[in-house]
Every structure is written in structure tokens, then in C-alpha cells.
């Protein structure tokens, strides 16, 4: 059917990364090893890294914010891109993880863009906003608990500029999205914010399906 997204089996997968990813040594060194990860599940594919980073430097973007770190894929995916005075707010309550993703921002000589917060994202973006920097970041990729996800939305809008970019990582959530049988809590978040945003005459948006599915919302 060529007038549906395709679907990616392994083989077409498996081409897509051969012919076409650009990783650099130390984002597939910081890959293989969170792949070893009990929660390796939690990383961002790596075409999805590379978007990420296009969608960056097509905006010229100069400061970013992230919710949701985990062992810093995606930040460093981002910091890679940004140009020298670029900065990256990063949230993350856990410690652990971000002790490894600090070792490749080190690593890629980037950690000086990277402004890693420990505490609960949610505090973290409202002193944001009490510290007046509403309107001024370009681009937020949110990948935290989807419980608070329409929480986080609505502050990352209130803190990108207009033009600014907001990408929500997991929107298509494995499939159990489209799975009415599935009822729980985190999935019914994920499809209330698909919803919402589908709807929200703020931004433009769209629902890229690259990794577990990339919403795209570009503020007015
Ligand atoms: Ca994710």
C-alpha cells in the first residue's frame, strides 16, 4: 500500500540503520552499553537520535530542554548538535543514571552545554518559568513518566518560544495504544495527549512513527 506508512520488519530495519545512520563512536559506544541495561528499553533508537538532531540544527536551535534523561542518548544526541554556546536543560531524578551519561558527555566534550538537574521535572520546569525563561527555549523533547505528560506539555509550551518545537517521545506506546483492551493508567496518558494535541489550535503538530513514535507540536 503506498498510500500508508510503511511498517519496518527486521530486514527493512535492519537496511534503514545500515544505509543510512550516522552515529558517532561515542553514541554507539553510550548505546551498546546502556543496551546491557535492565531498562535498556528506556533508550531512544538511534534513527530517531539522528532526527532529533536534524530537527535541531533546522531550527537553528541554541537552548533545549529535556525531560527525561535516562543514560543520555538523546541529550547527547542534542548537545552533538547544538552549536558551542548551545545549552541543554536536562531533568532526571535519578541519580544513577545520569552519573553514566555524564561520563559520555565528558566522553564527547560536550557536558559544558549540558545543564543536568536531579529533582522531579515537574519542580524543575516551573522554577524555569518563576525564573522568567517562558518564550525563550527552541526546542523540549519530552521522555519521562506519561502519567505527567500532559503536565509536562503544557509547561514545555509555556517555555518554548513561538516557532519552538516540542517532541513527545512514546506516543504510539509499543502498539497499546490502538489496543482498546488496554486501559491502564500510562496508556490512557499517552492517547488523552494525542488527542489533546490533535486538537490544540497552539501548535501544528504531527505524529511521526520513527522509534515508539515521535508527536511533533510546533507553537504558534
Ligand atoms: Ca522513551
Given at each position: 500500500m503506498s498510500n500508508q506508512t510503511i511498517g519496518l520488519d527486521d530486514r527493512l530495519y535492519d537496511y534503514l540503520l545500515k544505509a543510512t545512520l550516522r552515529e558517532a563512536d561515542v553514541l554507539a559506544e553510550l548505546r551498546h552499553e546502556t543496551?546491557?541495561?535492565?531498562?535498556?528499553?528506556m533508550q531512544i533508537s538511534p534513527e530517531q537520535g539522528q532526527f532529533m538532531a536534524l530537527l535541531v540544527q533546522l531550527m537553528g536551535a541554541r537552548k533545549t530542554l529535556e525531560v527525561?534523561?535516562?543514560?543520555?542518548y538523546s541529550t547527547l544526541s542534542v548537545a552533538m548538535a547544538l552549536p558551542a554556546a548551545g545549552r541543554v536543560v536536562a531533568c532526571d531524578i535519578s541519580e544513577a543514571f545520569t552519573a553514566i551519561a555524564l561520563s559520555y558527555w565528558q566522553k564527547a566534550n560536550v557536558a559544558h552545554k549540558i545543564d543536568l538537574r536531579i529533582a522531579p521535572a515537574l519542580e524543575t520546569l516551573d522554577d524555569l518559568i518563576a525564573m522568567g525563561e517562558s518564550g525563550t527555549f527552541d526546542f523540549a523533547f519530552i521522555d519521562a513518566d506519561k502519567s505527567n505528560y500532559d503536565n509536562y506539555y503544557e509547561r514545555a509550551l509555556q517555555l518554548i518560544r513561538p516557532g519552538g518545537l516540542i517532541a513527545v517521545d512514546n506516543t504510539l506506546w509499543y502498539g497499546r495504544?490502538?489496543?482498546?483492551d488496554v486501559q491502564d493508567n500510562r496508556t490512557q496518558c499517552i492517547r488523552a495527549l494525542n488527542e489533546k494535541v490533535r486538537d490544540d489550535k497552539r501548535v501544528m503538530m504531527s505524529l511521526v512513527p520513527i522509534g515508539d513514535g515521535l508527536l511533533l507540536a510546533l507553537k504558534q
Open positions: 543496551m546491557q541495561h535492565p531498562q535498556a528499553r527525561g534523561v535516562f543514560t543520555g495504544v490502538a489496543d482498546l
